[in-house]
């Protein structure tokens, strides 16, 4: 069974669990960041280990469910917890959610992070617009044969992270008297956390932040053209920043301590995401 095949399996499954629902917008919500889809209205639950070809999420603070609901108004389908590299999945299953929500008709895509913070002048508990992004490591979703009713074999990164969805989250946080800073988020495979010197590298490469996850959804959501804003929650000073070791506890702490304000910002993104991109 090829790849689109597997994808109409997949969506058939889904829908029959909707009820007529139409999600306009598809949220991942990363590491401590999962509470958020609680918050929807008239909602479905689907878990993942249910769904056809659907990976299964292994991470401490990922539930591993689709929630399909309302938020601010909009049907979302929320990710409650993602899928990584380091859990030994191919980059091809990592991706396989956001185009499943693309075959969905879903052409809007929310992710969220908790990632390390390399920009000194900063702080945990921080929230990062991503700029852009930097990928160094050899594997990518769309290596080997190009699913041609996804999109192009060769596509434009240039506006990876949707320039017009960058104004809207700076509007959004604006509105309700957010700080938040915007930068470039680089991708590390993991599980282990970045060495000091790595860290200082990138610095050196320009990136502000670190994480595990998130640019190879960016990348499948680019070749499908779809409009996406990325958010870290930046939990902790990555290595050799501050004279301390790094934990997953720390990251699951500074996210539950920062989850009121992400919620809120998530809420008035949602509120005035444009509807010209939906």
């Known amino acids: 069974m090829d790849l689109m095949e597997k994808l109409e399996e997949t969506k ?3 829908e ?18 999962g509470d958020m889809a609680d918050e929807l209205e ?26 399909i609901g309302k938020l601010e108004g909009k049907m979302v389908l929320c990710m409650q917890g993602r899928f990584h590299f ?19 008709g879903i052409r809007s895509l929310f992710l969220t992070n908790a990632a390390g913070c390399v920009n000194t002048g900063w702080k945990p508990g921080d929230l990062m617009l991503i700029s852009d992004h930097i990928k160094l490591i050899a594997d990518n979703p769309l290596r080997g044969r190009n699913p041609e009713g996804l999109g192009e074999r060769f596509f434009d990164m240039t506006n990876a992270y949707d320039k017009k969805l960058l104004s809207t989250a700076e509007k959004a946080a604006d509105n309700k008297g957010i700080s938040v800073r915007k930068g470039v988020y680089m991708l590390f495979t993991g599980p282990s956390f970045e060495t ?60 539950e301590r920062v989850k009121t304000t992400f919620s809120l910002l998530v809420r008035e993104i949602v509120r005035i995401w444009p509807e010209e991109l939906l």
């Open 196 to 255: 000091a010197a790595e860290v200082r590298f990138a610095r050196i490469a320009g990136a502000d932040a670190v994480g595990m996850s998130t640019v190879p959804e960016a990348i499948a959501a680019s070749h499908m053209r779809m409009h996406t804003l990325g958010i870290s929650c930046l939990t902790n000073m990555a290595a050799g920043i501050l004279d301390q070791p790094l934990n997953h506890e720390e990251v699951l702490e500074t996210g």
């Open 86 to 104: 380091y859990e030994g999945y191919s980059m091809e299953e990592v991706v396989y959610p956001i185009r499943t929500m693309k075959i969905l």
């Open 16 to 33: 029959s669990k909707l009820g007529g629902r139409k999600p306009v917008i598809g949220l991942v919500l990363g590491s401590g960041l």
């Open 42 to 67: 008239d909602s479905v639950i689907i878990d993942y280990h249910e769904i056809p070809h659907f990976p299964v999420s292994t991470v401490p603070g990922h539930k591993g469910r689709l929630v």
């Open 12 to 14: 058939a499954y889904i």
